[in-house]
């Protein structure tokens, strides 16, 4: 089941196009963070807490509310598909994917947003569209590890164009912070599922990304031992913690990125502290070699 972009979209751009003909509060947000020098220590967590909150437009609001159910539709499929097929790239990702949760609940805590989550049980979900799409997601996931595999593809092309749509649409610092660098783990994600399917003679073809704007993103390496600043500019990990935001979030919490050493992660943290990538691309389908959850 593919959700319709007009009818997931429409209210929050409308919102957005009528709060932006009003000055920006993100204005008035400042960004010592983003001086001239080592910008890298401290990571993604530093640079957001160096941000200052300013209110939010309420379609700023509707789309973190948004995005943390679509984050956690991403990681309640990969953990029932992880169940499903023993493959350590729904495993992996699934950490991922709790730590982009993290992120946006960030900003919920920061904004004081207010909201009606009161569990992160998986294939539950206020949103009744994530919801059903969920159901199907998974149904479909699980008749073959090939169309699981598809399904994991779906679900990063629809995360980047819905990132992409509230990046452009709001000026507010945080968010543009936190969104720029869900999209980097998306992207990352991507790739590692394309590649997964192309061993086993399969082709993705977008639903919801370009496709000029999808051959870009396979065209790339991965992206890691980065990240990126409210600008969306490119800033080199330099040994900082590139997460940060872990945290036990509505009584449940998945636990650490677990890698055999070989990948390029770097976990540190038992609650998704850890820098590593866990896009499931590395030997074995991990890219841990801590316990942190990475992005």
Request: include cysteine.
């Amino acid at each position: 089941m593919r959700i319709n972009r007009s009818v997931t979209w429409i209210a929050i751009i409308a919102l957005a196009i009528t709060s932006l003909a009003i000055t920006s509060p993100a204005e008035a947000q400042r960004r010592s963070a983003m001086q001239v020098g080592p910008k890298c220590t401290g990571g993604v967590g530093a640079l957001f807490n160096d941000i200052e909150p300013v209110e939010l437009f309420e379609f700023e609001e509707t789309a973190v509310l948004y995005m943390w159910e679509e984050e956690k539709l991403a990681r309640d499929v990969y953990l029932a598909l992880a169940e499903r097929w023993q493959l350590p790239i729904f495993a992996n990702i699934t950490l991922a994917e709790q730590k982009h949760m993290d992120m946006v609940w960030k900003l919920i805590a920061t904004y004081s947003i207010a909201h009606s989550f009161t569990e992160d049980t998986p294939g539950v979900f206020v949103n009744e569209a994530l919801k059903e799409l969920y159901i199907s997601l998974v149904a479909r996931g699980e008749v073959s590890l090939v169309e699981g595999l598809l399904v994991g593809a779906e679900i990063e092309d629809k995360d980047l164009f819905d990132l992409d749509e509230i990046l452009k649409a709001t000026e507010n610092d945080h968010l543009e912070l936190v969104f720029h660098n869900l999209a980097k783990g998306s992207r990352n994600h991507l790739r590692a599922f394309v590649r997964a399917l192309t061993a086993h003679d399969e082709v993705y073809t977008p639903l919801y990304l370009d496709p000029d704007t999808f051959e870009v993103i396979l065209a790339a390496d991965m992206e890691r031992r980065m990240f990126y600043d409210a600008d969306g500019e490119e800033i080199p990990a330099c040994g900082a913690t590139v997460g940060g935001f872990g945290g036990v979030r509505l009584g449940t919490r998945q636990g650490g990125c677990q890698g055999d050493g070989s990948g390029n992660g770097n976990g540190t943290g038992q609650n998704g502290n850890g820098s590593g990538e866990c896009d499931g691309s590395g030997p074995n389908g991990g890219n841990g070699s801590g316990s942190g959850g990475g992005n």
